[in-house]
């Protein structure tokens, strides 16, 4: 199997990828919080790891890839503060909170298909999974790192680094952080300011609650995704992935809960993180007025926006760069990227009816394509030196088009199988339908050849009307001539 | 609010729909049980509950529309005994149970989308609700209406019947029930042979398992509508759905469970079944081997089906039945279908551009017949007699194209809308996009387009060569003329 390096960002280093099991391989990935529309940050973290099982996929392993949804827990203070962002949601909107979970839900899964993103094999939500996460915490009170304060339970950061290293993946020293935090003014439930909530007691206006053995509350945010992990990819595995943004403290605290309620093991053999979206330079964020939506971007119903850019535009955009760089959205680099994607599609419409010859090229050359597509990806999935090199596969099409190069059936055969794989399975692209999208533009042409038609019979032109009529015909699309003139419809 | 008469299952009496707490409304339909594709006699049974949907929402009722997912607790044989059949395909197909639950999932929705399925307002999940289940479980049991018995507990039907009507929604007279059950050889961890499980003790081998105060196991398969309807709707609420083969003992075990574990309520106020799909007078069932899929009959390809049919047109046909009625399913009957939505989505498209005059026709025709259409709906959501007053309609529409009835403009704006309003938003009907569909008509047409300007040119007939150009290139499509012929392509 081809070999695969991945820049891990536990040990900061590329790393050669060797599973657990092979050909297993188990994924963890942090999904959304389902309280609000997804952005386009939102779409490139999720694209990065669609092509990550791509590309596993492709390699020939087997794949359980788990992206969960959380849809409690995550409150808005992004820590232990504030409120539950799903709960404070469905006040606004005065629904129950799980109308906002199932509508915002399904708006996450038209994005993903939108964008042609396989669907996870699992995708565990934090409310399916409380009596595991109320297991977890016993486990790691058993263990000693665990606490119970007023009805909540919180995990003793401190108590934890004395026995195992806390810190490691975001670099933190666990010294540096005690000596940085505040005091615990008004905090009193918690023994020190680094511990993080495993369960939260319910204040009798919280709308999502379970009994549990500590009060009736809730579960923190970090807990879930421990406890999802472990229950389908077990106590060790193979790769975690989310956005940059979750390193700290949300990995950090997973790394600590798996390790505090399991033993010494780390529980994750390869991290990756995902970079940030800019726009025009800058963060992308809803306070800065610059996270738009899908949709929003389809139509170009947003003042950054010049016009609409197609889904697999703003795809084939998003791999142009590599995913643990930051990558800056612009009109003119969708615009270019339109251009990009187009060439590289239309070349690989060519491919299966390319003219074909006896003698052929170098019988080497098109494995040496292949060979610098798979070196591409084997260096931590880099998208855009693979890209560069499928555009040397577009120039070499183009070139038997034009005859300059000749190819014979077998290297055909190859060279279709090759780009394919790359272009349509690992990059996920697909050729759009322009005509879908735009709609109307069948009853455009066919009211342009129905005029036509008219006209040529007005000018008794019979060969050109008749032309017209049976090339329609063809199609099941009868024309009608009527007194007020004619009009045409579909079989 | 035009009145809507229900034909209540539990009553077998029509009766007049008031909800509880107006313009609320809460409705809970069971959903699959994710272990299999979906077939078409599923989704009729979506489908009438869909109508019911909509029809509420288009009265002006604000609806919350739960329909579950059972992903674990229903046994193969549909009662207590066998295997828990998520967990079975789960084996079969060597995956973990909620790979399979994955899977299916994501192909119920597709079909629901593909038919033009409004989403439920919730979507729970039986795995979901484990705490819930046991609480309810511990409600019974508190009650004196559950008993555990080797670390299951069975619901005393017996017990309950001594102080509540059983069988009351089938029909089923318990003392009937209770001469025809066999003796309990085997079975002895009941007290009773009517009884039914409400946890279940898992063995070793079984892989989806919870912890509860009576042992490792899983809830029973009717529990979780008891818990999930009392949890979103409330201990008593408007509607409850499902189809006929649901009503014993399914059903009848959920309101001895809602009111075994709350008191003497009656739970549900309107019980409503769908009737079955049979194909050529036949039940429809994977056994039967009658049990297309529907992308098997879009495709055409079964041996049952003559060709491919659209899921508009498969919609349309199953809204020419009553849902309280069996249906047929038959080539013959599809074509037909195929015709009318045809004839009644033509007529749809006209009515935006009908020829206007002064006059107008008589000023009551109108509202008479937008009167026929609530009649038919609120008359136990009656579709077929919907559909026989909107051909009324489209005749109606003909008759002003054809100029035998003259329409004046506010006329045009109430027949548009009323219209619109029940085929479009009450039955769900869309315009099926022809084009999309066969691809490869746009193409047909540019070529066309292409030679007939080639053509023009050469006969120097530059009007029509520009007129070509021009509407064209209005459209984005730009002709390119080189050394040989022209090729398009599109901005």
Redesign the interface.
């Known amino acids: 199997m081809q070999p695969l390096y991945i820049q891990n960002s536990l040990t900061r280093k590329k790393e050669r990828f060797t599973p657990l099991s092979p050909p297993y391989v188990g994924m963890y990935v942090c999904g959304p919080t389902v309280y609000s529309n997804v952005h386009l940050g939102n779409v490139r973290t999720f694209l990065t790891f669609d092509i990550v099982y791509r590309y596993l996929t492709f390699l020939g392993y087997q794949v359980?890839y788990v992206r969960n949804i959380t849809d409690v827990g995550h409150l808005t203070g992004d820590s232990d503060d504030g409120e539950d962002k799903i709960g404070k949601k469905a006040r606004l909107e005065n629904l129950?909170p799980?109308?906002i979970?199932?509508k915002y839900t399904?708006d996450f899964?038209d994005v993903m298909r939108i964008f042609n993103m396989k669907?996870?094999?699992?995708?565990?939500?934090a409310?399916?999974h409380?009596?595991?996460q109320i297991?977890m915490i016993q486990d790691i009170i058993e263990r000693g790192y665990g606490y119970e304060s007023n009805g909540s339970v919180y995990f003793s950061v401190r108590k934890f680094s004395e026995d195992f290293p806390y810190g490691e993946l975001s670099g933190r020293r666990i010294d540096d952080l005690l000596s940085n935090t505040r005091s615990l003014d008004g905090q009193n439930e918690k023994n020190d300011p680094l511990d993080f909530a495993l369960w939260k007691k319910a204040d009798a206006s919280h709308l999502m609650k379970?009994?549990s053995p500590w009060s009736e509350g809730f579960p923190g945010w970090h807990l879930e995704c421990s406890v999802m992990s472990t229950k389908?990819l077990g106590k060790t595995f193979d790769i975690h992935g989310g956005g940059m943004d979750l390193k700290f403290p949300h990995h950090e605290c997973e790394i600590a809960q798996n390790i505090g309620a399991h033993g010494g093991e780390r529980p994750v053999n390869y991290w990756m993180h995902g970079n940030m979206l800019t726009v025009n330079g800058r963060k992308m964020a809803k306070s800065e007025g610059n996270g738009f939506t899908p949709d929003e971007l389809v139509t170009g119903n947003h003042p950054l926006l010049e016009r609409g850019y197609s889904p697999m535009t703003v795809r084939f955009f998003m791999l142009q760069g590599h995913y643990a760089s930051t990558l800056d959205f612009s009109n003119e680099a969708l615009q270019a990227a339109e251009k990009g994607l187009e060439r590289l599609m239309t070349a690989i419409v060519k491919l299966s009816d390319l003219p074909l010859s006896v003698e052929g090229m170098d019988d080497t050359q098109i494995p040496k394509l292949m060979e610098r597509c798979a070196q591409a990806m084997g260096d931590d999935f880099n998208t855009p030196i693979l890209i560069g090199v499928l555009f040397d596969g577009v120039k070499l099409i183009n070139n038997i088009v034009s005859g300059k190069v000749t190819i014979s059936a077998p290297q055909r055969q190859q060279l279709q199988e090759g780009l394919e794989g790359y272009v349509l399975d690992v990059l996920g692209l697909e050729v759009e339908?322009?005509?879908?999208q735009?709609?109307g533009?069948?009853d455009?042409?066919?009211g342009?050849?129905v005029?036509?038609r008219g006209?040529a019979k007005d000018n008794k032109d019979w060969a050109?009307a008749d032309?017209?009529r049976d090339?329609?015909g063809?199609?099941g699309i009868t024309i009608m001539d009527g007194k007020d003139g004619s009009s045409w419809?579909?079989d």
């Open positions: 359980r129950e799980m109308e979970v199932q399904n899964h669907s996870p094999s699992i995708e565990p939500s409310t399916g409380i009596v595991e297991q379970w009994p389908y339908n322009k005509a879908s735009n709609g533009d069948e455009a042409l066919m342009l050849l005029d036509l006209k050109t032309t017209i090339t329609l063809a199609l419809k579909k």
